[in-house]
Structure formats: structure tokens, C-alpha cells
């Protein structure tokens, strides 16, 4: 299994990011995926999270209404569009994948390696 994540990167508060995930080694349309993020010192929390077949989607409070998790089951690929960037937005994003969507962190079996996305004030 494999998850790699891209996209991250160095932006201005109030610019946008576009997160992808791409997957393999596992049947990806059967699989909710979920973005997460950890910040220096800080645990990993949730983000957002999209069903098997993007019917449902879930997100932190802090994020509501400025990010938007979509999936391209055809290409095997979750993405994370982010709004309205923060300085506290600043972290390590993560994909993940589990058989049923979830915001528990603990609860997915598999992760990705991480992108960075520094927002700047």
C-alpha cells in the first residue's frame, strides 16, 4: 500500500493550496480517505474525511467552510482544496485510508508520508 502525498507548499494568509493523494496497492474506490495535519509539538489531528464514493464528507470545525475533500476514484487520487489559508493552518498534511470514513485518527490503517504547508502572516 502506498499513499503519496504532494502539493504542499509555501504560501501567503489567504492564498490557496491544492493537496492530491495519490494511492495504490489497494482497491481505492472501496475505501473512505481522510487528511490530517500535526503541527510542531502539537498531535496529529483530524482535517477532513470523504467516503468510498464521495456521498459524504466530513470536517474539523476549524477548516469548515475553507477546505474541500473530493476523490477521483478513476485515478486513485483524494484531494485537499485549500481556502482562505492561516498561519495556523501551518503543518504536516497527511492522507490516510480506512474501509469506513471516520475522524478518529488512530482508526486508519494507512497513511501517507506527509506534505508541508507553511502559511505565512
Known amino acids: 500500500v502506498q499513499l503519496q502525498a504532494s502539493g504542499g507548499g509555501l504560501v501567503q494568509a489567504g492564498g490557496s493550496l491544492r493537496l492530491s493523494c495519490a494511492a495504490s496497492g489497494f482497491i481505492f474506490g472501496t475505501y473512505a480517505m481522510g487528511w490530517f495535519r500535526q503541527a510542531p509539538g502539537k498531535e496529529r489531528e483530524f482535517v477532513a474525511a470523504i467516503s468510498w464514493n464521495g456521498g459524504n464528507m466530513a470536517y474539523a470545525d476549524s477548516v469548515k467552510g475553507r477546505f474541500t475533500i473530493s476523490r477521483d476514484n478513476a485515478k486513485n487520487t483524494v484531494y485537499l482544496q485549500m481556502n482562505s489559508l492561516k498561519p495556523e493552518d501551518t503543518a504536516v498534511y497527511y492522507c490516510?485510508?480506512?474501509?469506513?470514513?471516520?475522524?478518529?485518527?488512530?482508526?486508519?490503517?494507512?497513511w501517507g508520508q506527509g506534505t508541508q504547508v507553511t502559511v505565512s502572516s
Open positions: 490516510a485510508a480506512r474501509r469506513e470514513m471516520s475522524v478518529v485518527v488512530v482508526s486508519y490503517n494507512y
